[in-house]
């Protein structure tokens, strides 16, 4: 390996900008149940985006590969992948009833520190409003294994999100704008 190639993380995947971001928790961290609390969001990835999804099947298996001696635990064997819970979902069937996730993968990525969230440009984004649920961008992920309290599995990590454009916000909240947006002015003057 000569100096000059970077070492690349196998764990480690930059989905592609096709990604939109839903339950969008990245400025504040949010406890669930009473864990501890974490920033997150779930990256919904188009299945048409083979590439990211194929990325994301390999870092999984890297994680698995990685974090054998920590799944296997006090047990004799390493449980298989498929026995374990992975992060990668199916949006068709985990989520029927939400268009958001139809034709779709998602992973749920979440941190204890706040990720880095930049534009297109790589600048900084510091007002909060620009990022809500329905952006689409890229996420900065890392996949890892996990063993605690009997649980097994591979988990996601949340590093850093670059917005790329904006989309129709999720949750059902109308923004503003649209919920103003009309040519009929006339309204006001009856």
């Known amino acids: 390996m000569n100096k000059n190639t970077k070492f690349t993380n196998p764990m480690k995947v930059i989905t592609g900008p096709n990604t939109r971001w839903s339950y969008a928790n990245v400025w504040e961290p949010k406890s669930i149940n009473g864990g501890t609390p974490k920033f997150s969001v779930s990256l919904i990835i188009p299945k048409s ?23 296997k635990g006090n047990g004799k064997t390493v449980p298989a992948l498929t026995a374990i819970k992975t992060p990668l979902r199916d949006g068709d069937t985990e989520r029927p009833d939400d ?4 034709g779709a993968y998602f992973v749920n990525a979440n941190a204890t520190s706040a990720p880095g969230i930049v534009d297109a440009d790589r600048n900084p984004i510091l007002t909060r409003s620009e990022v809500y649920s329905g952006v689409y961008g890229r996420a900065s992920i890392t996949f890892y294994a996990f063993n605690s309290s009997g649980n097994r599995g591979i988990a996601c990590g949340l590093n850093n999100l670059q917005k790329i454009r904006d989309g129709e916000p999720l949750g059902g909240k109308a923004s503003a704008e649209s ?8 309204d006001f003057l009856d």
């Open 49 to 71: 985006d083979t590439k990211t999804v194929a990325k994301i099947q390999a870092a999984i298996e890297a994680a698995y590969r990685e974090g054998e001696a920590k799944l």
């Open 99 to 102: 268009p958001a996730y139809a």
């Open 179 to 186: 919920d103003f947006d009309t040519d009929d002015d006339e």
